[in-house]
């Protein structure tokens, strides 16, 4: 028997197929659509998706079709997708297609995650994860290369900043339901800020607990972590193992010549021992921010140069025995001490938070994890397809990074802006400092973890026990590291194919090329501009997932319990920095060097807002990029060993002095989306 085609209807194939159009600004299209289906011999005639009084292929929904092929097909390799310019609104965006068999129950995963072009024939390979070299469509991979060249363009905004997008694409945009909830939330925020300030008045604060009223009083302005501790000197110390800017302290074996430091001074506070004791049993650590050496104050703020030292004593505690606030010695530059005067004392540890503050938000955060995570991934969609399997495993690492950091230069950034108003150095030091420090930044060093604690000296933790960033870091680097091992060797089963991989190479180049030469000027990628082997792939993109993931995360999420409590972390202070360590003050001169009442309120909104999670926690991925049962198998085992971790930083925190989840896997985005 046969339908009037002539084709018998034994031969028929008769599938179920699900398109998922993307959620996208203009994803949904009124275009017609076809699709034809292949198996490794033939394939069916075009066939129409199109489901009758129905509003097919709309932005986030999606759409089940019951189609006859006309061809008796064995299994599906690939599909041929295509639609026409008709209608108000033809652009079409498509997630993904999946196609079941209703003979055999045999399913197949086409991920397309690509805008289709009109008239356009764009072929979709089962699971879409192939190499290039074994691609058999590979004019159609250069040609969405080339386009998305175009698109992904690099860019700077001032000399020296790390590589940028150029201009925003529009798949970059945010979401509609991502900026509605943002936008609420901030608005709420704001709300609560207008309200605080209405029922506290206007006036300055005369005490410390003064400003301890602001907090508690709202629901969205709860009591920061660092109000309940900010004067200890165990936590001054703890600040620098667990708070946002975790990765200065060093291991200290000398004493620098330009430290006024004297063993008589410091030998009091070190438990017995002799400070040349101290420092061989790798007891002694430092805290040295040189590197605001010539970083001006915004609005005639002052901005110190402190080197700080540490204890660790005999409990575990990392206690401050000495800060210099400049990096000359000089009479009017004296070390302070813990025996000094306790506000003076006081003051002292608040200049240098005011540049530990400075020196976190513009290198720690914004350079190191914001904007040079964007370059790579910009390079990343520049070289490597869609189809890529490194691509597929990074992309959802790259969800909004882009959008955020043009919102944050744009806003944040802005002449007169938030940073301008809260932060000492303003947004002249943080361009001063971008173009000072970030070009120095090594992927397979400060970029890496196991790397970064070994050069600073703090990967012994008999020596340094209490360092819950290293400790709690470590757990989740190793997780992403296996993840990564074995997506790569699923992909490169020899070092042979990675050397073969066009695309791959081409990444890498552009990776380590400078800006002037075409790249993002990456320093420190494994294999220095060539992958020879698969362990310089897998450590590469373990280094950018960890990146874009745990690294941001500890830089970005404690920002609340930190900076919202003035006294506890500064971002300004008012007056100069005290010259004379003789000196003794009230409790009002200290609170005169605070941030007003104003200030402290504009403080508390920004670190507020940039302390907010907007994306999933890490493994559980907005998108599925990568699909297969040996994929799959392996997500699974990564987010298992996520829950695992948690469990065990859980369990950890129960003993701690100071509670630290910033690096829970539960609460660590995938991305950097805020």
Known sequence: ????????????????????????????????????????????????????????????????????????????????????????????????????????????????????????????????????????????????????????????????????????????????????DFGKLTLNLIGSLIITKLINGCGDFEKIEDIKKLYGKLETIDRPLGMEH???????????????????????????????????????????????????????????????????????????????????????????????????????????????????????????????????????????????????????????????????????????????????????LKPGGPIDSVIAIGRVGFFKLLATRAPDFRLNLEGHLLNDLKERGVDDANALPFYPYRDDALLTWNAIYKYVEQNVDLFYETNKRVLE???????????????????????GVPGHGKFTKKEDLIEAVTCIIFKCSVRHAAANFSQYDDYAFTPNYPSHLNGDPPTDNKAKLTEKELVDALPTKSKTLETIALVKILSMKGTNHLGDFEVQYLHGERTEIIAAEFRHKLVEISKTIAERNKSRKYKYDILDPGFIPNSISI
């Open 1 to 180: 028997m046969a339908d009037n085609d002539g084709v018998p209807l034994a031969l028929r194939s008769n599938y179920i197929v699900r398109v998922k159009t993307g959620d996208k600004k203009f994803a949904g299209t009124d275009a017609d659509v076809s699709i034809r289906l292949y198996d490794n011999k033939i394939g069916s005639p075009p066939v129409k998706l199109n489901n009758i009084f129905r509003n097919d292929f709309e932005r986030g929904h999606t759409d089940e079709f019951k189609i006859t092929a006309k061809v008796s097909l064995g299994p599906l390799v690939k599909i041929e997708v295509t639609r026409n310019n008709k209608g108000v609104n033809p652009d079409w965006f498509v997630d993904v297609i999946d196609i079941e068999d209703e003979r055999t129950k045999m399913k197949y995963v086409f991920p397309l995650h690509r805008w289709v072009a009109a008239d356009c024939a764009f072929f979709v390979a089962h699971l879409d994860t192939v190499l290039p070299q074994d691609d058999e469509h590979k004019e159609q991979r250069h040609a969405e290369l080339a386009a998305k060249r175009k698109i992904y363009e690099y860019g700077r905004q001032h000399p020296g900043q790390p590589v940028m997008i150029k201009n925003l694409p529009k798949d970059e945009i945010f979401s509609d339901d991502f900026q509605y």
């Open 230 to 412: 900010w004067s200890e000197d165990a936590w001054f110390g703890a600040q620098r193992v667990m708070s946002c800017n975790t990765v200065v302290i060093k291991l200290c074996t000398e004493i620098p010549r330009n430290f006024g430091v004297k063993a008589t001074m410091v030998e009091p506070f070190l438990q017995g021992k002799t400070l040349t004791d101290a420092l061989k049993a790798k007891k002694i650590y430092i805290c040295d921010l040189k590197i605001m050496e010539g970083i001006p104050g915004n609005n005639h703020l002052k901005v110190c140069q402190p080197l700080a030292l540490f204890f660790v004593n005999k409990a575990g505690d990392i206690m401050p025995i000495a800060i210099q606030l400049f990096q000359r010695k000089a009479a009017t530059n004296p070390v302070f001490l813990p025996s000094d005067d306790k506000n003076l004392w006081l003051l002292a540890k608040m200049w240098y938070n005011v540049a530990d503050a400075g020196h976190h938000q513009s290198l720690t955060h914004l350079a190191l994890t914001h904007l040079k995570a964007e370059g790579i991934a910009v390079c990343a969609h520049r070289n490597l397809s869609p189809s890529h399997p490194v691509f597929r495993l990074l992309a959802p690492h790259f969800l909004h990074i882009m959008a955020i950091n043009t919102g944050a230069v744009n806003t944040l």
């Open 501 to 523: 991989d066009p695309e791959l190479q081409q990444w890498a180049k552009e990776l380590t090329a400078s800006f002037e030469n075409g790249g993002i000027g990456m320093k």
